[in-house]
């Protein structure tokens, strides 16, 4: 499938920002899933972008704007092919045990993706979840798919009853809140047991109204899902807030530990405190 991406963010200060730095991580990439075919990148205020590549292989654009503005816009615009690319059905029959075992030979690769993180803490709450859903003799890719399905079945979407810097122990009381806690949510679980796995964002179709494909939760802004690393060394997409593996509707942008890796902009400027916020997202399918 092909789809045209545009996400824009707008600052409106209430009074002028007298400078501003910023760094974006909102530039799709070109992997084994999928192909970018155009990519462009506007800020107004007109400055110079400058990129690098983060420790994770996002790619990363910064800029600064050293003067007096009193907005500021980021306008990212893509086309970008997916591919239905599944995991090998054999490394899914693969036992909970031994995929840990022949995982444990990837250490140093992987290791980031074992580990607590800013929005990934290894809870003690989480044990009884870990024993209900992840069992050693058990097919890995049962147990992925079925620690999706409970997440999707137990917790709710509502938007703006969480935010960046909501514990995750407050998520799972609540059992409601949004693509970005139930991909921290699976990761926690998933690590607290051994498996490493990684916060992806990115973007999803949520719906095209001339084919019958089912609508999905998250497009209103960037989407957050996961990646767990299969043995061979295949990351599996998985969306536990629509309940699926990450497939030809979802385009991937950046990965890390979690949200805080990838966050689409972040910065700051100096100036008075009050500023408004606008974030417009569209993923329209292409056929050309």
Not at 12 to 24: D, F, G, I, K
Not at 68 to 78: E, Y
Request: hydrophobic residues 40%.
């Amino acid at each position: 499938m092909r789809f045209r991406i545009t996400h824009q963010t707008e600052y409106h200060y209430a009074v002028p920002a007298s400078e501003s730095y910023a760094e974006l991580r909102i530039s799709p990439q070109s992997g084994f899933d999928q192909r970018v075919l155009k990519h462009s990148l506007q800020v107004r205020p007109a400055t110079r972008l400058h990129t690098y590549t983060d420790h994770f292989g996002n790619t990363v654009q910064f800029f600064s704007i050293p003067f007096r503005h009193p907005h500021l816009t980021v306008k990212a615009s893509a086309e970008v092919e997916t591919f239905d690319v599944p995991p090998p059905e054999t490394v899914l029959q693969v036992s909970v045990a031994e995929a840990r075992q022949i995982l444990a030979s990837r250490a140093l690769q992987i290791h980031p993706f074992l580990q607590p993180s800013t929005h990934v803490p290894l809870h003690k709450v989480l044990l009884p979840l870990r024993r209900n859903f992840i069992k050693p003799g058990q097919p890995l890719g049962e147990a992925l798919l079925g620690l999706n399905r409970w997440i999707h079945e137990n917790f709710t979407y509502q938007a703006g009853t969480t935010d960046v810097s909501t514990p995750l122990a407050e998520v799972i009381r609540r059992r409601r809140g949004v693509c970005q806690d139930f991909a921290h949510l699976m990761l926690s679980i998933l690590r607290s047991y051994g498996l490493p796995a990684r916060y992806v964002s990115g973007y999803i179709e949520a719906f095209d109204p001339a084919t019958k494909d089912p609508e999905l939760v998250g497009a209103t802004a960037s989407h957050a899902w996961v990646e767990a690393c299969l043995p061979g060394g295949f990351w599996w997409g998985l969306d536990p807030t629509n309940n699926q593996a990450a497939g030809l509707r979802h385009v991937r942008v950046a990965t890390g530990r979690d949200y805080r890796d990838v966050a689409p902009l972040r910065g700051t400027y100096k100036g008075a405190q009050d500023q408004k916020l606008e974030v417009m997202v569209s993923v329209k399918r292409s056929e050309k």
